[in-house]
């Protein structure tokens, strides 16, 4: 391991990028096979698929709108990245998710390159694959939403103010201000609040370690300017378009009300994020508690070279990272599983540095015992699906996506076991996060071409949105209740669509009494559950049932109009 500080400019340029190319291509080999099959999952792919969708049909880049409406709930990134990915390859759903894999492959690049520069070529190759390989951030890279922008966003500020720290230049922080630009612009202000909640208490823990100093008043000045250059001005012609309302109600109630309240009963306890991170970063949680305590250790060792002095900033950025934006996520009031995916890259810098340092002591015991409880955990999954599937009467689809679950479980397995074996070779040691990493690149391969296409099969929205838009006249009505996947038909089909509201439900401008829909439309088309639609009534016109798919049924409501 050694640091690129004092190498010739040409070798510093050289180590980090071998690096990032490596990243890169891991993170490709998890996003982009398969990226377009099947149809996108509710409820979020289709919202914001729909969302990029009606910046064509409302011909509108600053207000964002949604089944026909005007839309305050998200900064517009995603949206604008998307519409312009459709406008090329069409409003598939490679189109719409090719934004996140995108993103993700850069996330792979930087975090290769920002360890590599620090630590050293195969710290920063580790460090790329392992983040690259981990559960969500690969299921991240492949949904149409905008976490995977804010993801790479925070981590290029983080790693831009990391440099500034380390070596007093503005420009770092300048850079590091427009990286938070952009991830306002892609989620709002929850960029760079994460980005200063990691790098203050570091910057104070850095001062004291290595008497580090902090960007003067031409860094502040300028990177301050820069990123309201980036930020502002959508937010201004967003607020002169639509009025000042219209800015509040996206950064009042749908950013800072997830923090301080629960926004569509997206709640969880304190400790909702400790399952998530451990399932989140598989295969690789298995190292990380011999990670903290090695980056612990590693601490503790007084810091005599450049070398060991930059593998201390390292850890000590790391160890930050992991806390600060757990503590904050944890005691928000809404809660999602993907808040936290900004924070996987600081798991990937301690595991790599673990491994960096692990394959310099062969057969390290606590390598081994990591790398062993993977099969095991594989091992009680397969388990698992087994036992459910002999005990519980399962569909034709479940069965098979059970089974084929357990192919994917197998790949895993059978690298963990040579990844094992490979750490008792001491020639082969380095190789062993290799072979780990290219079993999760073929799991997800056989996830992907296996597993994601059988999901159609429980998606019925998709497929009677099809037979609605082969047989619907000029006129024509859209509705539906009691079913998940409203976002779904308004996507495969086109806005406005009515949600008919239940009995005491909130009315508003789509979610509508259904008596005043099924009586004043030409005809309607209406998707209602099977078993327990809650308007029986047809109020004197004709029903029919036209198609029916999994658990929901389409109606065809003809006949003349009846009173409202």
Same mark, same amino acid.
């Given at each position: 391991m050694t640091s690129l500080d004092d190498c010739p400019k040409l070798q510093c340029m050289r180590i980090p990028l071998r690096a990032a190319l490596i990243g890169a291509a891991a993170a490709a080999l998890i996003?982009?096979?398969?990226?377009?099959?099947?149809?996108?999952?509710?409820?979020?792919?289709?919202?914001?698929?729909?969302?990029?969708?009606?910046?064509?049909?409302?011909?509108?880049?600053?207000?964002?709108?949604?089944?026909?409406?005007?839309?305050?709930?998200?900064?517009?990134?995603?949206?604008?990245?998307? /519409? $312009?990915?459709?406008?090329? =390859?069409?409003?598939?759903? %490679?189109?719409?998710?090719?934004? !996140?894999?995108?993103?993700?492959? +850069?996330?792979?690049?930087?975090?290769?390159?920002?360890?590599?520069?620090?630590?050293?070529?195969?710290?920063?190759?580790?460090?790329?694959?392992?983040?690259?390989?981990?559960?969500?951030?690969?299921?991240?890279?492949?949904?149409?939403?905008?976490?995977?922008?804010?993801?790479?966003?925070?981590?290029?500020?983080?790693?831009?103010?990391?440099?500034?720290?380390?070596?007093?230049?503005?420009?770092?922080?300048?850079?590091?201000?427009?990286?938070?630009?952009?991830?306002?612009?892609?989620?709002?202000?929850?960029?760079?609040?994460?980005?200063?909640?990691?790098?203050?208490?570091?910057?104070?823990?850095?001062?004291?370690?290595?008497?580090?100093?902090?960007?003067?008043?031409?860094?502040?000045?300028?990177?301050?300017?820069?990123?309201? /250059? $980036?930020?502002?001005?959508? =937010?201004?012609?967003?607020? %002169?378009?639509?009025?000042?309302? !219209?800015?509040?109600?996206?950064? +009042?109630?749908?950013?800072?009300?997830?923090?301080?309240?629960?926004?569509?009963?997206?709640?969880?306890?304190?400790?909702?994020?400790?399952?998530?991170?451990?399932?989140?970063?598989?295969?690789w949680i298995a190292f990380l508690p011999s990670a903290l305590v090695s980056g612990v250790r590693r601490l503790r060792e007084p810091a005599t070279t450049t070398d060991d002095r930059a593998l201390h900033q390292l850890v000590r950025l790391a160890v930050v990272w992991i806390v600060m934006p757990l503590l904050f996520f944890s005691f928000a009031r809404t809660k999602l599983p993907n808040y936290v995916a900004l924070e996987l890259p600081a798991l990937a810098v301690l595991v790599a540095l673990y491994f960096e340092s692990a394959v310099e002591r062969v057969r390290s015991r606590s390598a081994l015992i990591s790398t062993a409880a993977v099969p095991l955990t594989i091992l009680m999954v397969a388990l698992a699906i087994v036992l459910f599937s002999r005990d519980n009467r399962l569909t034709i689809e479940l069965a098979l996506a059970a089974r084929n679950l357990i192919w994917v479980g197998a790949a895993i397995f059978a690298g963990s076991i040579v990844s094992f074996g490979t750490l008792l070779s001491r020639r082969n040691a380095y190789a062993a996060p290799y072979v780990l990493a290219v079993a999760m690149v073929a799991a997800f391969g056989l996830l992907a071409f296996l597993v994601l296409p059988q999901g159609d099969g429980f998606k019925p929205v998709p497929h009677l949105a099809a037979v609605i838009e082969r047989r619907r006249k000029p006129g024509d009505a859209v509705a539906i209740q009691t079913l998940a996947g409203g976002n779904a038909l308004v996507f495969y089909t086109q806005p406005g669509i009515y949600v008919f509201a239940r009995p005491g439900d909130r009315l508003g401008e789509h979610a509508v009494e259904p008596r005043s829909v099924i009586c004043g439309s030409p005809r309607l088309w209406l998707i209602a559950p099977r078993h327990k639609p809650f308007t029986h009534a047809t109020f004197g016109r004709t029903r029919r049932i036209v198609a029916t798919w999994g658990e929901a049924d389409l109606y065809l409501y003809t006949g003349p109009r009846c009173a409202t």
């Open positions: 996003t982009l096979p398969g990226l377009g099959i099947g149809t996108l999952w509710d409820n979020s792919e289709t919202a914001y698929g729909e969302v990029a969708r009606e910046i064509f049909l409302a011909r509108d880049w600053i207000v964002l709108h949604f089944n026909g409406a005007p839309w305050f709930v998200q900064p517009p990134l995603y949206f604008w990245i998307a /519409a $312009i990915c459709a406008k090329i =390859f069409g409003v598939t759903t %490679f189109a719409l998710r090719l934004p !996140a894999a995108l993103a993700t492959i +850069g996330l792979g690049a930087m975090t290769a390159y920002a360890v590599a520069r620090q630590a050293g070529l195969r710290a920063g190759i580790y460090a790329g694959i392992i983040l690259s390989t981990c559960l969500m951030q690969a299921i991240v890279g492949r949904l149409a939403i905008m976490d995977a922008l804010l993801d790479l966003a925070v981590a290029a500020n983080i790693f831009w103010w990391f440099r500034a720290v380390q070596t007093g230049r503005s420009s770092y922080f300048i850079y590091g201000w427009a990286a938070a630009g952009f991830g306002f612009l892609a989620k709002g202000p929850v960029a760079p609040v994460v980005a200063l909640l990691v790098m203050v208490p570091y910057y104070l823990w850095e001062r004291r370690a290595t008497h580090a100093r902090p960007p003067d008043w031409r860094g502040w000045a300028g990177g301050l300017l820069l990123f309201g /250059a $980036i930020a502002i001005p959508w =937010f201004a012609a967003l607020w %002169f378009r639509a009025g000042g309302g !219209a800015v509040m109600e996206l950064l +009042g109630h749908y950013t800072f009300g997830r923090y301080t309240g629960t926004i569509e009963s997206q709640s969880g306890p304190v400790w909702y994020y400790v399952p998530v991170i451990v399932l989140g970063f598989f295969p």
